[in-house]
């Protein structure tokens, strides 16, 4: 076992970031390809399809509470990560493989495997987010930490996101397209899965059994907790906007830029140059603190968001430096506000006597895939009042200009306002600094 008080080893840094292959495949692609799946491939309504995808993931506001108290009374929390992961990959896989004729059957299919699938990603999601307030008491460690986790994240997102809708397109498209996409990520959470179980096994932390409350209780405590709170409340809508932008991603390929796999470039853009940056938010960081950093980042994601508007008039080397820009903001939004949320633990230990992380990174990851949820409800619901055309032919529609400029504005103005708004929220957080 590691002294919680020292500098945390390459080894287990490297072993608990790559979890992040896991969150980052299943919290990209099916809010990238599962919404045009839906409507482009097996001809459902855009409202319906958005439905269709909002409802499975609501499910887990409700499972990850639940999934964050039974971790916490298990003792170790590596046990989950092994199990849902290998589950996990086999389910998201089955998403893709709709084995029936209509769209209705397909549709409903669809949404029942992709119910299992976000069930089984709560019972990994919840106690990996749940390790960095157990494996080290260090303020700046834990920023440390979750920069190698947001680093590999980014690179999770670039692999994930850039090259499913790749494998589909190499692959034939329509359903046998993402019949074998859905196969190579699945592949990609098994890789994730036993990279971090084996990785912080020296790490293993010990959660206390013993006389656990109520999860009524701990919720009351968890709501007590102020900081806590408004940060959460900011990241729900905060991802409810980066939800509607990766909902986005290949209706605005198709219908703005009209380029031949533009999903994969405007995902190498928005990806790769976060990699790089990550090392500057850390020093930005360090010097600003977390609060302000997350409050800078969020409004750079809003600017280039908004900056987008323009790109039916702009060639598309200019799209995808815009959408750069985009992807660094979004890089300093995650490694400030996952940062962020050990620091709320460990003020509520000191404050209750009481290591209940498991009841926090539940409720934050209830919100989170909330958040995601509702960005392709938004971005469907947007298509739908903008009369976006369906297809069963695996090729998208041709679009009226109406459903056209819905495409953009959901791409554009509505993650941009999400973003920047809930900077507001975070007026009511106090941040504090520890040794």
Same mark, same amino acid.
């Given at each position: 076992?590691?002294?919680?008080?020292?500098?945390?080893?390459?080894?287990?840094?490297?072993?608990?970031?790559?979890?992040?292959?896991?969150?980052?495949?299943?919290?990209?692609?099916?809010?990238?390809?599962?919404?045009?799946?839906?409507?482009?491939?097996?001809?459902?309504?855009?409202?319906?399809?958005?439905?269709?995808?909002?409802?499975?993931?609501?499910?887990?506001?409700?499972?990850?509470?639940?999934?964050?108290?039974?971790?916490?009374?298990?003792?170790?929390?590596?046990?989950?990560?092994?199990?849902?992961?290998?589950?996990?990959?086999?389910?998201?896989?089955?998403?893709?493989?709709?084995?029936?004729?209509?769209?209705?059957?397909?549709?409903?299919?669809?949404?029942?495997?992709?119910?299992?699938?976000?069930?089984?990603?709560?019972?990994?999601?919840?106690?990996?987010?749940?390790?960095?307030?157990?494996?080290?008491?260090?303020?700046?460690?834990?920023?440390?930490?979750?920069?190698?986790?947001?680093?590999?994240?980014?690179?999770?997102?670039?692999?994930?996101?850039?090259?499913?809708?790749?494998?589909?397109?190499?692959?034939?498209?329509?359903?046998?397209?993402?019949?074998?996409?859905?196969?190579?990520?699945?592949?990609?959470?098994?890789?994730?899965?036993?990279?971090?179980?084996?990785?912080?096994?020296?790490?293993?932390?010990?959660?206390?059994?013993?006389?656990?409350?109520?999860?009524?209780?701990?919720?009351?405590?968890?709501?007590?907790?102020?900081?806590?709170?408004?940060?959460?409340?900011?990241?729900?809508?905060?991802?409810?906007?980066?939800?509607?932008?990766?909902?986005?991603?290949?209706?605005?390929?198709?219908?703005?830029?009209?380029? &031949? %796999?533009? @999903? /994969?470039?405007?995902? +190498?853009?928005?990806?790769?140059? #976060?990699? =790089?940056?990550?090392? !500057?938010?850390?020093?930005?960081?360090?010097?600003?603190?977390?609060?302000?950093?997350?409050?800078?980042?969020?409004?750079?994601?809003?600017?280039?968001?908004?900056?987008?508007?323009?790109?039916?008039?702009?060639?598309?080397?200019?799209?995808?430096?815009?959408?750069?820009?985009?992807?660094?903001?979004?890089?300093?939004?995650?490694?400030?506000?996952?940062?962020?949320?050990?620091?709320?633990?460990?003020?509520?230990?000191?404050?209750?006597?009481?290591?209940?992380?498991?009841?926090?990174?539940?409720?934050?990851?209830?919100?989170?895939?909330?958040?995601?949820?509702?960005?392709?409800?938004?971005?469907?619901?947007?298509?739908?009042?903008?009369?976006? &055309? %369906?297809? @069963? /032919?695996?090729?998208? +529609?041709?679009?009226?200009?109406? #459903?056209? =400029?819905?495409?953009? !504005?959901?791409?554009?103005?509505?993650?941009?306002?999400?973003?920047?708004?809930?900077?507001?929220?975070?007026?009511?957080?106090?941040?504090?600094?520890?040794?």
């Amino acid at each position: 076992m590691l002294p919680r008080t020292g500098v945390l080893p390459r080894g287990v840094l490297a072993g608990y970031a790559l979890g992040s292959l896991v969150t980052g495949a299943f919290g990209t692609v099916p809010g990238l390809l599962l919404l045009p799946y839906l409507t482009d491939t097996l001809g459902v309504a855009a409202g319906v399809a958005g439905l269709l995808v909002l409802l499975p993931k609501a499910w887990d506001v409700l499972v990850n509470p639940v999934a964050g108290r039974i971790s916490d009374r298990r003792g170790s929390r590596r046990p989950f990560l092994l199990i849902a992961g290998l589950l996990l990959s086999v389910l998201f896989a089955a998403i893709f493989l709709a084995p029936f004729g209509g769209s209705a059957a397909s549709g409903a299919y669809v949404a029942v495997a992709f119910l299992a699938a976000a069930t089984a990603y709560a019972f990994f999601q919840v106690p990996y987010v749940a390790m960095p307030a157990e494996l080290t008491d260090g303020y700046a460690e834990r920023t440390r930490l979750m920069t190698w986790r947001v680093a590999v994240l980014a690179l999770a997102i670039l692999i994930s996101g850039a090259l499913a809708p790749l494998v589909v397109d190499l692959t034939g498209g329509g359903r046998e397209g993402h019949r074998w996409s859905g196969a190579f990520v699945g592949a990609l959470i098994v890789v994730g899965t036993l990279a971090t179980f084996l990785g912080t096994r020296k790490a293993d932390v010990r959660t206390a059994a013993e006389s656990e409350p109520s999860l009524r209780a701990q919720l009351r405590v968890a709501s007590g907790n102020r900081p806590f709170r408004v940060l959460l409340i900011c990241f729900v809508v905060q991802s409810a906007g980066i939800g509607t932008m990766l909902a986005g991603v290949q209706y605005f390929a198709d219908h703005v830029l009209f380029q &031949a %796999s533009g @999903a /994969t470039f405007l995902f +190498a853009a928005f990806v790769g140059p #976060a990699l =790089l940056v990550m090392p !500057l938010w850390t020093a930005v960081g360090n010097r600003w603190g977390k609060l302000r950093s997350l409050i800078v980042s969020s409004l750079l994601f809003a600017a280039g968001a908004l900056l987008l508007l323009a790109s039916p008039a702009l060639p598309p080397l200019a799209v995808y430096l815009i959408v750069a820009v985009i992807g660094a903001g979004y890089a300093g939004q995650q490694v400030f506000a996952l940062s962020m949320l050990p620091d709320c633990i460990a003020y509520d230990t000191e404050r209750t006597g009481r290591r209940q992380a498991g009841v926090f990174t539940g409720l934050w990851t209830a919100g989170e895939t909330l958040g995601l949820a509702l960005g392709p409800g938004i971005y469907a619901a947007l298509l739908q009042i903008s009369g976006y &055309a %369906s297809s @069963a /032919t695996g090729e998208a +529609a041709t679009q009226s200009d109406s #459903a056209r =400029l819905g495409v953009l !504005l959901g791409f554009t103005v509505v993650p941009a306002t999400l973003v920047g708004a809930a900077l507001v929220l975070l007026r009511g957080y106090q941040e504090r600094m520890k040794a």
